[in-house]
């Protein structure tokens, strides 16, 4: 009788050890025409333990170029945009802000004389029609 009751406990446990999800199992059960495991959900971490970022200087700096002021930011998603970026022969494999008829301003003592969009781009190849890689910036802090 012990020994049922010791082989049923143990027979429990192996078949519970071998139904947890491990790592590495979603493409043996994807080679075996299986679906994939679902997630494995863990608590968020607290915010006191979040790591803290420094801030990274002054909002004005723009490591790639200089300041710019554009008429106009769009998606690379846009229509009208890919359609420009295939005339000039830019393919692009990620979306990114795009920033149209730009001009490069002075962040000197007279201040910010943007009244559109200013932004920091990544590539200014193309004398201020199209910049690409474009992050919005605030000046007027």
Not at 20 to 36: F, T, V
Not at 62 to 75: D, E, F, I, K
């Amino acid at each position: 009788m012990r020994a049922s009751i010791v082989f049923a406990f143990l027979a429990f446990v192996f078949t519970l050890v071998g139904a947890m999800p491990s790592g590495g199992q979603n493409a043996r059960r994807l080679a075996d025409g299986l679906g994939p495991l679902p997630p494995v959900r863990r608590s968020p971490t607290p915010v006191e333990l979040a790591p803290r970022h420094k801030p990274s200087g002054t909002t004005s700096q723009c490591n790639t170029g200089p300041v710019q002021c554009c008429n106009s930011v769009a998606s690379s998603n846009d229509k009208g945009i890919k359609q420009l970026l295939g005339l000039l022969g830019v393919n692009l494999s990620v979306t990114q802000l795009i920033g149209l008829n730009c001009s490069p301003i002075g962040l000197g003592l007279g201040g910010n004389s943007c009244n559109k969009q200013t932004v920091c781009c990544q590539n200014n190849g193309f004398n201020g029609l199209v910049n690409l890689g474009c992050t919005p910036i605030n000046l007027k802090l």
